[in-house]
């Protein structure tokens, strides 16, 4: 083993840049010993502090405290960063944990989503449900996209998970019978967790349900299939139509396999 190395050896061994190895010895982590070219020489001292430096590296250390840990290097300070790394591992291991339950959520809404039947008519019994709206009209697919990302960023600290949040468009039975197809006239999230700041909500009660696959075109026909299976039923309408998205382009590029759910809320 040689006593002393290059800069161009030290950068392959450990995988660090030779613009990284300057500044460390601009702002005195390594302090490399000149030959007469006046090439630097790393030695023996210079490499157990690049393994250091690897390591805390690893462990999101700046640079700052890396130094302020070599420069008074003791069995206390060692105690005390032994410490801080086992903080930071566990914080990284609720942080995986988070991800992992996160993506197991999404898993299981997926496989009972590809699960459901569509084409029958339910009534449903729901709570109070919280939710965070945004008032817009909207003509195009296109124009959806752009008004779920526009609630999405006002709200962006609440929503804890945008890949499962639920979220729907309300449309206008006016409008419809009118003529005006395919216009909605808000977006909005539906919360599944206690917000004293939602600022919307879709009542208790009985709702109408209706599931379809497939391309959004087809979305006014089958809202009118579930106004005329209400009338049909003697059912009273007690407010607008509107859509829950289950799965849509945050999970395929398929149209055929997008699922949306209709609900109106009802009354015998």
Do not use: W
């Amino acid at each position: 083993m040689k006593d002393y190395y290059k800069i161009n050896e030290i950068s392959k061994l450990y995988g660090i840049g030779i613009d990284s190895l300057r500044y460390y010895e601009k702002i005195g982590v390594l302090v490399p010993r000149r030959d007469t070219n006046g090439y630097r020489l790393y030695g023996l001292k210079d490499l157990y502090k690049l393994n250091i430096i690897r390591d805390l590296r690893q462990l999101d250390f700046t640079m700052q405290q890396i130094k302020d840990y070599l420069d008074y290097q003791s069995i206390e300070n060692t105690l005390y960063l032994l410490h801080k790394e086992k903080d930071l591992v566990s914080e990284q291991l609720r942080s995986l944990q988070t991800k992992q339950r996160i993506i197991q959520e999404r898993i299981n809404v997926l496989t009972t989503a590809m699960k459901i039947t569509t084409g029958e008519f339910l009534i449903k019994s729901f709570p109070e449900r919280p939710c965070l709206h945004l008032d817009t009209r909207i003509t195009r697919d296109e124009e959806m996209d752009f008004a779920i990302k526009k609630l999405h960023k006002k709200y962006e600290s609440k929503i804890r998970d945008f890949g499962n949040q639920l979220f729907g468009a309300s449309v206008s039975v006016e409008d419809l019978y009118k003529g005006d197809k395919d216009i909605f006239n808000s977006v909005f999230f539906i919360l599944d967790y206690e917000d004293p700041e939602y600022d919307f909500v879709l009542p208790a009660g009985e709702y109408l349900s209706l599931y379809y696959r497939g391309d959004y075109r087809q979305s006014s026909d089958r809202i009118f299939d579930v106004l005329s299976y209400a009338k049909e039923k003697g059912y009273q309408l007690l407010g607008d139509p509107f859509e829950i998205y289950e799965i849509d382009n945050r999970d395929t590029i398929n149209n055929e396999e997008f699922l949306t759910e209709i609900q109106v809320r009802i009354m015998d």
